[in-house]
């Protein structure tokens, strides 16, 4: 993403950087909810990580969310 250059109306945007946290349905949540509430804490570790990347889901992450 931070290689593509994007046009929005007539302004240019020049660097674009994305995180996701990714949960595996059934491994990391037996609901879509468990599921998509794991890969929310994974989202918030990679930007507490320093943005732009990618994390996947570990029991570690909810453990360090108790904190």
Same mark, same amino acid.
């Given at each position: 993403m ?11 945007i020049?660097s674009l950087?994305?995180s996701i946290?990714?949960a595996n349905f059934?491994?990391?949540g037996?609901?879509?909810?468990? =599921?998509?509430?794991h ?5 918030? =570790? =990679? ?6 990347r ?6 570690e ?6 904190e």
């Amino acid at each position: 993403m931070k290689r593509l250059h994007f046009r929005f109306q007539k302004h240019h945007i020049q660097s674009l950087t994305v995180s996701i946290g990714v949960a595996n349905f059934t491994q990391h949540g037996l609901t879509g909810e468990e =599921a998509i509430h794991h890969a929310d804490l994974a989202l918030f =570790a =990679a930007k507490k990580q320093g943005r732009d990347r990618t994390i996947i889901y570990t029991e570690e992450l909810s453990d360090n969310n108790k904190e």
